[in-house]
């Protein structure tokens, strides 16, 4: 299993921007479908995004459609979110995971390894 570290998370007012970065080690990237979930205070752990081995295909939430975008660089271990025009409904402990298999998908219980999450807070 991959060993994963989110950064980047903090606190950013309504309309802002904020990137997420995922670092991963014990492991090569570019065998693994990655993953972002989040989970808000009193909720369930919901997928928001996911990337294929090659980046070649992606799926969003239609709640974060339009306004995140996941990426990849296999060469340095790491992955990110790029949030725009966040909104107080993104505010959420964010996590990023990795799979096996070849199909970008939201389902939290085909993943295999997780970060230990990053505090994402948006004010009003």
């Known amino acids: 299993q991959l060993q994963l570290v989110e950064s980047g998370g903090g606190l950013v007012q309504f309309g802002g921007s904020l990137r997420l970065s995922c670092a991963a080690s014990g492991g090569t990237l570019e065998w693994y479908v990655l993953g972002w979930f989040r989970q808000a205070p009193g909720q369930e752990r919901e997928g928001i995004s996911a990337?294929?081995?090659?980046?070649?295909?992606?799926a969003y939430a239609d709640s974060v459609k339009g306004r995140f975008t996941i990426s990849r660089d296999n060469a340095k271990s790491t992955f990110y979110l790029q949030m725009n025009n966040l909104k107080p409904e993104d505010t959420a402990v964010y996590y990023c995971a990795a799979r096996s298999g070849t199909k970008a998908t939201l389902n939290q219980a085909t993943y295999d390894s997780w970060g230990q999450g990053t505090q994402v807070t948006v004010s009003s």
């Open positions: 990337i294929t081995k090659g980046g070649g295909a992606t």
